[in-house]
């Protein structure tokens, strides 16, 4: 159980477009849910706080006008890269934690998208 | 200034042998959480193991235990027995924020492990 789905796995687009990210929880419901961002070889940034039917929460430093995130549904959350340039290449995972359950509940993890603008 | 401390970028273990991945951390919470995570070459995260912070035994989880030194404020994992499919980058994270409001995972910066055989 308690399986995220990551789409696309991978993605390579130009500069100047917009890529969008899909996020599902496909067997459990989550009001949160959780957007990194990992360079090669490097730790897991937080960018984000998704909360369903609300803004999401940004970290210092991340651009919310660059980094568009909508929590449509208990199930989806969408992190769109907007003109996205060759230093937006990067490993994006989403992760959430079922909804209801306790302090001790760890975050489940997508796979994970590559994206590389040329 | 860093939340969760790895001192360790890369570990080597003989096949079979048991290794430690050090872990600190720095909250002013009363309650939070600890957890480690595998990172294998694919890039999935594989939880393996928590520790609240109120617990007083340590965690095990199979293979997996977490030496859990509140006072020091350190969580290290220590796998027993090391296989091949153990070769992974190893996160610790701490969950901040309080049980029913807010509350956010960061990570360390990881501690690359590769099993010799």
């Known amino acids: 159980g308690a399986v995220v789905s990551q789409h696309p796995s991978w993605v390579i687009c130009k500069s100047g477009t917009s890529v969008k990210i899909e996020c599902r929880s496909l067997d459990f419901q989550a009001t949160t849910m959780f957007w990194y961002r990992q360079f090669p070889k490097q730790s897991l940034m937080l960018m984000a706080t998704s909360n369903e039917g609300s803004k999401a929460t940004y970290e210092q430093g991340v651009e919310k006008d660059k980094f568009l995130i909508n929590h449509a549904s208990l199930t989806l959350s969408t992190l769109t890269v907007t003109s996205a340039h060759p230093e937006d290449s990067s490993f994006y995972i989403c992760?959430?934690?079922?909804?209801?359950?306790?302090?001790?509940?760890?975050?489940?993890f997508g796979n994970g998208t590559r994206l590389t603008v040329t | 200034a860093q939340k969760i401390t790895q001192t360790q970028p890369g570990m080597f273990v003989q096949e079979k042998e048991a290794v430690t991945l050090d872990c600190t951390y720095d909250?002013?919470?009363?309650?939070?959480?600890l957890f480690w995570y595998k990172q294998p070459s694919s890039g999935e995260m594989i939880f393996l193991i928590y520790?609240?912070?109120?617990?007083?035994q340590n965690a095990t989880e199979g293979r997996y235990s977490l030496n859990f030194q509140k006072a020091r404020k350190s969580a290290n994992l220590v796998i027993s027995a090391s296989q091949l499919g153990d070769s992974a980058m190893y996160f610790c994270?701490?969950?901040?924020?309080?049980?029913?409001?807010?509350?956010?995972?960061?990570f360390g910066t990881g501690t690359r492990l590769k099993v010799l055989a």
């Open positions: 994270a701490m969950r901040e924020g309080p049980p029913s409001g807010t509350y956010k995972y960061i």
């Open positions: 520790q609240g912070s109120y617990d007083e």
């Open positions: 909250t002013s919470d009363q309650s939070y959480g």
């Open positions: 992760s959430a934690r079922p909804r209801g359950q306790g302090f001790n509940s760890p975050l489940h």
